[in-house]
């Protein structure tokens, strides 16, 4: 299950944040957790890089994309080879809506847009679409084609 999609600005302020699965108790940690763990790994690492973590038995990849830090979360079969896949799709959904790596302002002013894309890409902690030009056509709200 992904358990969470999480994504700070520069300064650990959370933008969006998508729990599944987690009682509001352990929200708060994983929030914490991960903001620090953004803060402590993240400074002069490359758009796009990938870092992994592994805490309490399950799996965190996360990576830093403009002016903003993108963090997934899974456990059991949603181990760190599937959660870069997740992670790399959220980056290209990202840069694409922003038509480049966003910086906060840019990030927020296409909020709306980023949040129908994860509502795409992961529905009820389950990888739902993986494919760049489906999510986009299920965005504009027009029926797939391939049916």
Do not use: Q
């Not at 969470?4 to 509001?24: K, M, Y």
């Not at 847009?113 to 679409?129: A, Q, S, Y």
């Amino acid at each position: 299950m992904l358990l969470a999609i999480l994504i700070a600005n520069s300064e650990g302020n959370i933008l969006v944040e998508r729990f599944n699965g987690v009682p509001t108790e352990e929200s708060l940690h994983w929030r914490s957790f991960l903001v620090r763990l953004g803060a402590e790994n993240l400074k002069g690492v490359k758009n796009e890089e990938l870092l992994v973590a592994c805490h309490k038995s399950v799996y965190v990849v996360y990576t830093i994309l403009g002016g903003v830090s993108i963090y997934v979360v899974g456990k059991e079969e949603y181990d760190e080879l599937v959660l870069s896949e997740v992670i790399y799709v959220i980056t290209s959904i990202v840069r694409d809506a922003c038509g480049k790596p966003p910086s906060e302002r840019l990030f927020l002013d296409k909020y709306g847009k980023i949040c129908l894309c994860l509502d795409e890409i992961v529905c009820k902690g389950l990888l739902e679409n993986t494919e760049k030009d489906r999510i986009k056509r299920l965005v504009r709200l027009k029926p797939p084609s391939e049916f």
